[in-house]
């Protein structure tokens, strides 16, 4: 346990709680990482004295989003899964025995109290690693559980799950931890603001444009090549076209700015600044899409289980988003479907009250209280 644990009191008074050590790990991408850092905040309101650590891999996108987050961040080696049945297949166990090694090193070092995964290459390692020693809470945010999650769940202390209707036996629902930034966001409030942040016309319609962390082609390449159709309509793009790509536009004077970025580091202002959003259909940016209750054209990752298609589908079915297949989105999809969208305020009015419901708001807070009573149960069985 920490240092600063305080056991008792000299004067006989009720022994309070020491201060837990939480781990998260779902390193990779930021649908894994961005619900463990909400996580963290939450702990952190709720226990003011705790410290919360993530583990991640020397190549994820953790190494600049959880320093920036101010939490403090342990290498561990990856286990990634072949997807086909190569030589990499052979060293595979060596490779999970000295992965779940040093995780395990790393969990009795820092006195870890309990380990919440969110799935993904860090959390099988973690799993492992602290099974029988620590307690474990399995988050999983599709409906289709990945493999880590799977082998997490079975000696998992909790397993919860973002939607009804996961493979994972006993997961209580509690939706997705977002961001607070996010859930209290005002955007009506924030447009101004966010408009002049972008370097946005502040009066003509927005359509943001977002492919997840590392960008989308499809959507790239349709989006750029109708620049000169949101132009003459007098639209305003905010296109993040993901850092290892590039998107070249020809400027229209005169006409609302189209405005290509590498990525979005103040999604906050970057979704009270649009109007209609066009982007992929991630568990986690269909939680915050809806959560802000911004109008979407989802267009789903074609490859995959169809994980994406079924994220998209309750705000689909609510009347809050539309969804395009990969395949159709062309330049002249973009003109004949979005251009008419976006500048249709009473429609997307009605799309933006149709997402009021959708998602769990409190889902923060409501899964770091359950981590909290998981580390106080841990620390009373270690005595």
Do not use: W
Not at 112 to 118: E, I, N
Not at 269 to 274: G, I, M, P, R
């Amino acid at each position: 346990m920490m240092e600063n644990s305080a056991v008792g009191s000299p004067n006989g008074a009720a022994p309070t709680v020491p201060a837990p050590t939480i781990v998260v790990a779902g390193g990779g991408t930021a649908g894994h990482i961005e619900p463990a850092m909400a996580l963290a905040d939450a702990v952190m309101r709720l226990r003011p004295d705790a410290r919360v650590v993530a583990l991640g891999t020397e190549r994820g996108l953790e190494n600049q989003l959880v320093p920036a987050r101010g939490y403090p961040l342990e290498l561990v080696p990856p286990v990634p899964m072949p997807r086909k049945p190569t030589f990499d297949l052979v060293k595979l166990p060596l490779k999970v025995a000295d992965s779940v090694r040093r995780t395990r090193q790393v969990l009795d070092r820092i006195g870890a109290d309990v380990v919440v995964g969110f799935g993904g290459y860090v959390s099988l390692p973690a799993y492992l690693a602290a099974r029988g020693r620590v307690p474990i809470v399995v988050h999983e945010a599709n409906k289709h559980a990945g493999l880590a999650n799977k082998v997490g769940a079975r000696f998992a202390a909790k397993v919860v799950a973002a939607v009804p209707g996961t493979s994972l036996p006993g997961a209580q629902v509690v939706g997705i931890p977002l961001r607070r930034s996010i859930t209290a966001l005002d955007r009506a409030g924030l447009r101004a603001e966010a408009r002049r942040h972008f370097g946005l016309d502040p009066d003509a319609p927005v359509l943001l444009v977002f492919g997840g962390s590392q960008g989308a082609r499809s959507l790239n390449s349709a989006v750029s090549q109708a620049a000169r159709h949101f132009a003459d309509a007098g639209v305003s793009v905010l296109h993040a076209h993901g850092p290892k790509n590039t998107v070249a536009v020809q400027e229209f004077p005169g006409k609302p700015p189209y405005v290509p970025v590498p990525y979005l580091e103040r999604m906050d202002l970057a979704y009270a600044a649009a109007d209609l959003v066009l982007c992929r259909s991630g568990a986690m940016t269909v939680a915050e899409v809806s959560a802000v209750g911004l109008p979407a054209v989802f267009v789903p990752l074609p490859h995959g289980n169809g994980e994406q298609a079924l994220n998209a589908q309750p705000a689909v079915d609510a009347g809050a988003a539309m969804l395009v297949p990969d395949e159709e989105l062309t330049s002249d999809k973009v003109t004949e479907l979005v251009i008419p969208l976006v500048t249709d305020p009473e429609r997307l009015a009605r799309m933006s009250a149709a997402a009021v419901g959708l998602g769990h708001r409190e889902a923060d807070e409501v899964l770091a209280a359950m981590v909290l009573d998981q580390a106080v149960g841990a620390e009373g069985r270690s005595r």
